[in-house]
């Protein structure tokens, strides 16, 4: 059966097909979620019918059978299909010869965005703990023969506050602490650029220039930086180190970003920043601490041993025009 791939906007579709075949392909697991069709279009209609986003289609007979979506986080990136709701992957009938529509989407994804000026497509799939390893191992092997290279797995962490719980670390001689809003944001961008470059962090390889900037640009709102756990560490009127956090839901702080510079580190620096966040966080009466880690980093052994627990993750594939 002859099959065609065309590309639209996202205000250009027919959301019904697209939810139909969806719901059909993911019925069970919307069913456990408790997500009912019409709340599967509502998510669509609210979310997904814009003219920013592009929708890349398989049909046969002139009945969609595929299709997955980018979703522009910068306008250098794209993700596909970004939400837990659409699951990372693309969507296809299992009635078709799922690993040449896939090839094939996938490449009218990354023509979309060679047209339009996008210089990267990033996948994030949902990583399940308990799922078998070949599994994953699949997913790398197919992804990678459409040139999408396996990044990352990336985590949601979680941690408990417990009220009067005043934990203390001892700043050495010659170290102090400002609040970020009093420093001037090149200075901190200047630390930022330097503590990832060094550090481990994947993700940040993957960035181009301007999309360092652009991600550090969108860290740093009003919120954020007049937060009282926002603050920088100091050494002989440098900035070593600093902590972004973000009052997220109610009753949450979010850790948006914090980092020590290479030549500081394993001196309990990134130890005081936990401890100064969560008692701000307990003064605050807020129950949780959250943040988002790579599970290969230092820093996320950091945040295990200082009770972060995993509650969601993600492989995250990339696909570069460079």
């Not at 289609?57 to 979703?71: E, F, M, P, Q, V």
């Amino acid at each position: 059966m002859l099959v065609k791939i065309e590309v639209k906007k996202g205000n250009e579709i027919d959301l019904e097909e697209i939810v139909e075949l969806t719901y059909k392909i993911k019925n069970i697991e919307f069913k456990k979620k408790q997500v009912s069709y019409d709340k599967l279009l509502t998510i669509f209609q609210e979310n997904f019918f814009i003219s920013s986003i592009f929708y890349a289609l398989a049909r046969a007979n002139g009945k969609i059978i595929g299709w997955l979506l980018l979703y522009p986080t910068s306008p250098t990136n794209l993700v596909l299909n970004i939400s837990d709701t659409l699951g990372g992957h693309p969507v296809i009938d299992k009635g078709f010869n799922a690993d040449d529509i896939l090839s094939r989407l996938l490449e009218a994804a990354k023509d979309t965005a060679i047209k339009h000026n996008f210089s990267s497509i990033e996948i994030m799939v949902p990583w399940v703990l308990s799922a078998p390893k070949e599994i994953y191992a699949e997913y790398i092997a197919k992804y990678s023969s459409n040139k999408f290279e396996f990044k990352l797995k990336y985590v949601e962490m979680i941690c408990n506050i417990e009220s009067n719980n005043n934990l203390y670390e001892d700043l050495k001689d010659g170290y102090t602490v400002k609040k970020a809003s009093e420093l001037d944001a090149k200075e901190i961008y200047r630390c930022y650029l330097k503590a990832f470059s060094e550090g481990d962090a994947r993700f940040f390889k993957y960035q181009g220039e301007q999309e360092k900037r652009e991600y550090f640009n969108s860290l740093s709102e009003p919120d954020v930086l007049y937060e009282d756990s926002s603050i920088a560490l100091m050494f002989k009127n440098q900035i070593i180190g600093f902590s972004y956090v973000l009052k997220f839901e109610e009753e949450n702080h979010h850790i948006s970003c914090m980092c020590v510079l290479p030549e500081f580190q394993g001196m309990g620096l990134g130890r005081y920043l936990l401890f100064y966040i969560k008692n701000k966080a307990s003064d605050d009466n807020a129950k949780t601490i959250t943040l988002g880690t790579e599970t290969d980093m230092k820093a996320y052994y950091l945040y295990e041993k200082h009770g972060f627990e995993i509650i969601k993750g993600y492989m995250v594939f990339n696909w570069s025009r460079n």
